[in-house]
T-cell receptor, first 112, second 112 residues
Framework: DQQVKQNSPSLSVQEGRISILNCDYT??????FLWYKKYPAEGPTFLIS?????DKNEDGRFTVFLNKSAKHLSLHIVPSQPGDSAVYFC???????????FGEGTQLTVNP | NAGVMQNPRHLVRRRGQEARLRCSPM?????VYWYRQLPEEGLKFMVY????????ESGMPKERFSAEFPKEGPSILRIQQVVRGDSAAYFC??????????FGPGTRLTVL
């Protein structure tokens, strides 16, 4: 049972444009959501998070949107840079300090 | 402040041997999590520990796998009698009392 889904295995955008990565979840008990970036042979790097009491959180070029009724969240990166090319994982947790459930990841490629 | 440290970074074992993976959390972090990433898959939760306590081991295989986080020293993930299917990247994450988990670089286990 895949409780967190990233339906796009890959995404390609031009440098300077907006990248939008999507994530859907099925478990209504999830109340905290995170995005991680991962380069090959490295561990995931935390990017940004959002609590279920909010619908938007912004940090520099990264913005996460949460639509609780649709059980959907998205990560916007603008402007996209070639260094953003990596695999992006969406993750969710149910209670503070608990396990993370990850999506399968989306490979983002930003072309110069 | 050093990040999460894992060693070894690469580990090769023959079938039937034991593998020991170590994780030192970030300073001030008392929560440790272990995740496994099989080839071509996302990260899967294995176990959540606090000092001297296993909080959630629902993701651990029932046999051959064990984990500890002693009062002094790193957290250890131990795999006895390894099989080829154990070949994967094993990631450790730590957190303070908040929700965000910070990951180490991982240990890549190869079973011959």
């Amino acid at each position: 049972d895949q409780q967190v889904k990233q339906n796009s295995p890959s995404l390609s955008v031009q440098e300077g444009r907006i990248s939008i990565l999507n994530c859907d979840y099925t478990n209504s008990m999830f109340d905290y959501f995170l995005w991680y970036k991962k380069y090959p042979a490295e561990g995931p790097t935390f990017l940004i998070s959002i609590s279920s009491i909010k619908d938007k959180n912004e940090d520099g070029r990264f913005t996460v949107f949460l639509n609780k009724s649709a059980k959907h969240l998205s990560l916007h990166i603008v402007p996209s840079q070639p260094g953003d090319s990596a695999v992006y994982f969406c993750a969710a947790s149910g209670t503070s300090g608990s396990r993370l459930t990850f999506g399968e990841g989306t490979q983002l490629t930003v072309n110069p | 402040n050093a990040g999460v440290m894992q060693n070894p970074r690469h580990l090769v074992r023959r079938r039937g041997q034991e593998a020991r993976l170590r994780c030192s959390p970030m300073k001030g972090h008392s929560h440790v999590y272990w995740y496994r990433q099989l080839p071509e898959e996302g990260l899967k939760f294995m176990v959540y520990l606090q000092k001297e306590n296993i909080i959630d081991e629902s993701g651990m295989p029932k046999e051959r796998f064990s984990a500890e986080f002693p009062k002094e020293g790193p957290s250890i993930l131990r795999i006895q009698q390894v099989v080829r299917g154990d070949s994967a990247a094993y990631f450790c994450a730590s957190s303070p009392t908040s929700d965000t988990q910070y990951f180490g670089p991982g240990t890549r286990l190869t079973v011959l």
